[in-house]
């Protein structure tokens, strides 16, 4: 029972008591240690912070939630009878960033894990759409914080922070820019094409193939990027300045918020890599709201709560809305993430990159065998019109539909329209698939050998590839041949990618009964 405290009064015990209050302490809690220097020099010592205390317990549980979820990613999926684009892996990662973080030299570490495939969806503002390509166009400098905004001004200099960015660049980005622009207008007149901000983004990364940037690979590797708000930045000059000597170009929002959502509800498991605020953070926890919120996330910023900002609320406040699975275990860390995010790359998917490297998940300058009769390859083309503006073909679906039939009439057969870039034909034992990247057209087989589709398939590497004097591809796995692809008859000269990956692109999902 607490004692009570009489003024005046002598009060020695009563002082002690408070003083020396009885610790009732989980002994399951961690003890609070740091890096002891005596011990030398080791990085990944000095990175696992988790019992430092402060950010840094932050930081370290930051670098545990993305292994989390790389670990995951990796897990092994079972087969069912649903087949869908998505997912492409057992974990779906998303991850989005403000503008600033291309701007910075974090854009490299962005670009390292787009060309390596680490991430599945992107989202960004439009700065961050347009610094990278720009950058590609012309260089950002190190400047100050505190330089005189009048002078840089009459210098024609834009200042970002302490970066630099000379008007001119923009200038040059305008001179690449407007003729892709009169392009796309083309297009969308002539063939009915609806652009969205993803399927201009995807275009711009085709059109600046240029390794240095982020959304270069992104459509090397059919990774997805939206930017609901394109329009804010330079890009919404460029399409203000466009419209008035072309009048019409129109970029769809709606048709990427359907896309985005349905990633999110086809993931098997979601994760959230966000850094920063803002629309960006929003849009994806709002897409895996869909899907009752996301397994993992990790949140980088210095943003505060206290005003009530989406940017600044913890982890806690998505779980409210189901943006956050109840069951995750989510990290805010409060920090610069030009400081921190490199180190976090550098614990997590820079660890697991031999495992991203042999995931299978390769893009291979060829097409699979449809079939040894070119008679029906033949009836296979007249079946398609191919766009020479879009490199893209359009399917005569009941055309398709009947030869798939005469072809497989033995075995079972599913068709799942994706989306409108996407349509799959899938085979129980023999899978033929067709897949309208917008400038790129995956047509595969999948046969199951000696019943070990799976192994043979994970096995097969872009090194397990040699060419042959008939302009064959022949599939080796242990020096042995095992299949082989070939190039169409008189197919169009172009770009040709297949992806294979553990699961030999059928995607599975459970979904609960209605």
């Known amino acids: 029972m607490e004692k009570e405290y009489l003024p005046g009064k002598q009060n020695g015990s009563l002082a ?18 740091g890096y002891d220097f005596n011990d030398g020099l080791d990085y990944d010592k000095l990175l696992a912070t988790s019992n430092c205390g402060f950010q840094a317990t932050n930081f370290g549980r930051c670098i545990e939630e993305i292994n989390r979820m ?13 087949y869908n684009e998505f997912p492409k892996n057992n974990c779906t990662i998303f991850i989005g960033y403000t503008s600033n973080l291309i701007s910075c030299g974090l854009r490299e570490t962005v670009r390292y894990l787009a060309e390596h495939n680490m991430v599945d969806v992107i989202v960004s503002t439009a700065g961050g759409i347009e610094e990278d390509f720009i950058k590609c166009l012309g260089s950002t400098y190190v400047g100050d914080f505190h330089l005189d905004g009048r002078k840089l001004r009459e210098q024609g200099i834009n200042r970002i922070g302490n970066l630099l960015v000379p008007n001119d660049n923009y200038c040059k ?38 390794p240095s940037s982020v959304y270069y690979w992104c459509y090397k590797n059919n990774i997805p990027v939206f930017s609901p708000a394109l329009t804010d930045g330079s ?14 170009l129109k970029i769809d929002i709606v048709e990427d918020i359907t896309y985005i959502n349905k990633i999110a509800t086809s993931s098997l498991n979601s994760g959230m890599i966000i850094l920063g605020g803002g629309l960006i953070k929003h849009h994806i926890c709002n897409a895996n709201l869909m899907r009752n919120g996301a397994d993992f996330s990790v949140f980088i910023n210095s943003g505060h709560e206290f005003d009530g900002s989406d940017s600044g609320a913890r982890p806690d406040e998505a779980i409210s809305w189901g943006k956050i699975s109840i069951q995750a275990k989510p990290v805010k860390l409060c920090a610069d993430f030009t400081l921190v995010f490199p180190l976090i790359v550098a614990q997590t998917f820079y660890q697991h990159r031999k ?13 699979d065998q449809f079939e040894e009769n ?10 398609t019109l191919f766009n ?8 005569d679906e009941e055309k398709i539909n009947e030869i798939i039939h005469k072809k497989f009439t033995s075995k079972k057969f599913s068709y799942v329209i994706v989306n409108d870039f996407s349509r799959q034909f899938v085979l129980e034992g023999c899978g033929y698939d067709t897949d309208n990247c917008g400038d790129r057209y995956i047509i595969s087989t999948h ?55 553990p699961v030999g692109n059928i995607y599975t999902r459970n979904y609960p009964s209605m």
Request: overall charge positive; glycine content about 2%.
């Open 235 to 248: 890009i919404g000059d460029m399409l203000h300045f466009f419209s008035y000597n072309h009048p019409g």
């Open 374 to 383: 070119d008679a029906d390859i033949d009836s296979f083309k007249k079946t």
């Open 16 to 33: 002690r008591d408070a003083v020396f209050v009885k610790s009732k302490i989980d002994l399951k809690s961690e003890i609070v240690k």
């Open 70 to 82: 790389i670990s995951k990613r990796f897990e092994k999926t079972v087969e069912c009878s649903f």
């Open 355 to 367: 495992k991203f490297n042999n995931s299978n998940n390769v893009v291979i300058d060829v097409i």
């Open 447 to 501: 046969k199951t050998l000696n019943s070990k589709k799976e192994k043979l398939i994970e096995e097969i590497g872009i090194n397990n590839l040699k060419f042959n004097e008939s302009k064959r591809v022949d599939f080796y796995v242990n020096s042995k041949k095992i299949a082989h692809v070939r190039y169409f008859k008189d197919f169009i000269s172009r770009r040709l990618m297949i992806k294979y990956n």
């Open 173 to 210: 980005f305008e001179d690449w820019i407007m003729p892709i622009l009169e392009k796309m207008l083309q297009e969308q007149n002539e063939f009915n094409i609806s652009w969205t901000p993803s399927k201009f983004i995807h275009r711009l990364g085709k059109e600046i193939n240029h």
């Open 388 to 395: 020479t503006i879009t490199n893209s073909w359009v399917i």
